[in-house]
């Protein structure tokens, strides 16, 4: 049945995330920008992934990097004007590959027109389009409600006496999407980019977008422990994942479909069960809640064989599964799990059903960068200084070769360097067959010439406390039989089943690659293999 499914772009591809302030600088200003991004197309473009997401580029006072807007439809000068993300969108679709931008509707920027109005007057005709309220009957704040950034999720306005709600930073005040002007103006706001060819969007905290309308305080937290953020002390049951929320989705949604194959993805950090949800009980929601159980499961085989089971087992029916390795806000893979394991959880990320997101620098194992104290930028480790949960570290320029900067730019660039860059970079990478640069693009080759890879069934073989192995196959074409040693130490993969009997077609040691493999499969430690089975 499987085998008769034609998929569309974003159900076949692999998804790459720039964060462009840290791609490649193209004007020396040490910031990343649009035609820096155009530069280095070929390069992604020789990998082999087909979709780019850009984290926000619109104009921005840039309090959380660009995740806090002032303007919906335009480009920030950092990055360059609206003629060079023109440039930028065609190229890319020349190349075969697609555009998705993100989109970030709970909150603005507290310099957008909208709240410089609504924070003018009472009776401003924008003043509804926030979340505004009185002080609780004793004084201070309406509620318990806290930011994710740290501190109340209230400012107080003292020109008209009321206060604010700011899940995030208070320069970002979030949107009442109750109202009925602002769901049309922002759906607007999405036509005027999918009018220009854009394919898609990823949507910044989906699950934040409406909040309690009677807004209750939010119970405490019973497994809150002092290293945790503060953000974590209550449970945010009352101020996030509201069940009017999916008739947002849902319209946003209808919005997506007046234009052809474009593609939604929803940011959604929620248990499993409630993930799912956001599909829609019809398919009529996010394309894609980004599943994120990758970035936080702890590396132990028989967890992770959970991990995948527990998120096959909750798909609903038509949606289409997808797997995160890292992100801008996340620590990188190769801190996580370890240099020695970075092979292996490439070889994971690209043998998973559905689509991968591979955030940008992992292909070269980038690592997360100390930062010193006095140049943290991110908001999150300023505000909460002692609980080292700056973002900064894996936010750190491309890599791209031993010249000056890593070749991101001629100017000191925003944020620190890794030290390492002279001997890991992509020049270095594309010239040794058995980098890891090396093998993400041959996985990746491999499973877009492989429908089994893609969209075929997965099946557990075995996890034990050493190794996970799994089939992927489409009865009656290809089969794969993928085994992982996610320790040190040398795994016997123990079998007396012929029908797994094959040859290695991707090794993360490459001298194996061609190998006959029967009976049992040895493997040293920290190496994977991708076995093509025997029919
Ligand atoms: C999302 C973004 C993050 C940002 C936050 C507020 O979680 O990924 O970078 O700080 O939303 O917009």
Excluded at 404 to 420: Q, T, V, Y
Aim: proline letters at 7%; one cysteine or more; aromatic letters at 12%.
């Amino acid at each position: 049945m499987l085998k008769n499914i034609n998929p569309l772009w974003w159900q076949n591809g692999i998804i790459y995330q720039i964060y462009p302030r840290s791609y490649q600088d193209s004007n020396n200003d040490g910031l990343g920008d649009l035609q820096g991004i155009i530069s280095r197309l070929e390069y992604l473009h020789w990998l082999g992934i087909n979709a780019i997401w850009l984290s926000p580029i619109y104009p921005s006072p840039m309090k959380d990097f660009g995740y806090d807007i002032s303007n919906y439809t335009d480009i920030d000068p950092v990055f360059g004007t609206m003629a060079n993300f023109d440039l930028l969108l065609s190229a890319v679709h020349r190349m075969g590959m697609k555009l998705i931008l993100d989109f970030v509707p709970n909150h603005t920027s507290d310099q957008h027109p909208w709240f410089l109005e609504s924070r003018s007057s009472r009776d401003n005709p924008k003043r509804d389009w926030y979340i505004w309220n009185d002080p609780a009957p004793g004084g201070g704040p309406p509620n318990n409600w806290l930011s994710v950034f740290g501190g109340s999720g209230w400012e107080w306005d003292e020109h008209t006496g009321q206060y604010y709600y700011h899940g995030f930073l208070k320069e970002q005040p979030d949107l009442n999407w109750r109202n009925p002007e602002v769901q049309e103006t922002m759906f607007n706001i999405l036509r005027f980019w999918l009018d220009k060819g854009v394919d898609g969007f990823r949507v910044d905290v989906m699950w934040h977008m409406i909040k309690d309308a009677q807004f209750r305080d939010n119970p405490i937290n019973p497994g809150y422990r002092a290293e945790m953020p503060t953000y974590d002390q209550l449970l945010p049951v009352y101020s996030t994942d509201q069940p009017e929320v999916l008739d947002i989705v849902f319209k946003m949604r209808r919005v997506l479909d007046e234009y052809p194959e474009r593609v939604m993805i929803g940011e959604i950090y929620l248990p499993i069960q409630r993930l799912m949800i956001y599909y829609g009980d019809k398919n009529n929601g996010a394309h894609l809640p980004f599943n994120f159980l990758l970035l936080s499961v702890p590396w132990e085989p028989v967890k992770i064989a959970a991990a995948i089971a527990e998120y096959e087992g909750a798909l609903p029916p038509g949606g289409w599964p997808n797997w995160v390795m890292g992100n801008h806000d996340r620590p990188r893979i190769s801190t996580r799990v370890g240099s020695g394991q970075a092979k292996v959880a490439a070889m994971l990320l690209l043998t998973l059903r559905g689509i991968p997101t591979l955030y940008y620098g992992d292909e070269i194992g980038m690592r997360d960068v100390p930062i010193p104290f006095d140049e943290v930028q991110d908001p999150q480790g300023l505000n909460m200084p002692d609980k080292n949960l700056s973002r900064d570290p894996c936010r750190t320029p491309m890599q791209w070769n031993a010249e000056m900067n890593a070749g991101f730019s001629e100017s000191k660039p925003w944020l620190r360097i890794d030290k390492n860059y002279t001997l890991n970079n992509v020049d270095r990478q594309k010239a040794d067959h058995y980098s890891l640069l090396n093998l993400y693009r041959k996985l990746i080759r491999l499973r877009t010439g492989e429908p089994a890879l893609n969209i075929g069934r997965y099946i557990q073989v075995c996890a034990d406390d050493q190794a996970i192995s799994y089939i992927r196959e489409i009865e009656g074409s290809s089969r794969f039989l993928v085994v992982l040693n996610l320790s040190h130490r040398p795994y016997y993969f123990k079998t007396t089943q012929k029908t797994l009997s094959g040859r290695i077609e991707i090794s993360t040691l490459p001298e194996m690659e061609g190998m006959i493999t029967q009976g049992t499969i040895e493997l040293d430690g920290d190496q994977g293999v991708v076995i093509r089975l025997d029919q």
